[in-house]
């Protein structure tokens, strides 16, 4: 076998950088931003210029979490436990992936028996709130995220510029 050798050109210089998270899922607690009461998200990459963020969410609670629905299609993985959405019969357990198509309305739950669930996701777009009945009731975007990040890394002693970081 031959020595790898390496790409020789410089990248174009309007390239974004690339992001590496070691320790993606922290043992630093302040890095996990709080969302609801026993619900975090642990950012990963917030894109503003495109309108997308990756985030792991840690809940340690069980029951509804939110009814919600997407405009663009969101990925995730889940880490550890399981959830469900209660529009569906799949579960989605340690190790599987999961689509989300864009305009479905669904019901996050995370079963009784889950002392802890972690997923990563990737969300495009918007998660527009509802309740059962469809009416909208709050959203989240890119921009909502990185604010949530700025307040709580600021008031846990890491700056408010601790996110910067996951900003492309």
Not at 48 to 67: A, I, T
Not at 104 to 126: A, K, R, S
């Amino acid at each position: 076998m031959t020595e790898p050798i390496p790409y020789r050109y410089p990248n174009p210089k309007e390239a974004l950088k690339d992001i590496v998270v070691p320790n993606a899922v922290p043992d630093d607690e302040r890095v996990w931003v709080p969302q609801a009461p026993n619900v975090w998200f642990r950012p990963l990459c917030l894109n503003v210029s495109q309108g997308y963020w990756m985030n792991l969410l840690r809940v340690r609670k069980s029951g509804v979490l939110s009814c919600h629905r997407h405009p663009q299609p969101v990925h995730g993985y889940v880490i550890k436990g399981t959830w469900r959405y209660l529009e569906h019969d799949w579960v989605a357990t340690e190790g599987s992936y999961v689509f989300e198509p864009p305009g479905e309305t669904h019901t996050l739950y995370v079963p009784e028996d889950v002392e802890e669930m972690i997923t990563m996701f990737q969300v495009n777009g918007i998660m527009y709130y509802v309740d059962s009945e469809g009416n909208h009731t709050g959203y989240e975007d890119v921009f909502t995220k990185l604010d949530m990040c700025r307040k709580h890394y600021e008031s846990v002693g890491l700056g408010a510029d601790y996110v910067d970081q996951f900003v492309r």
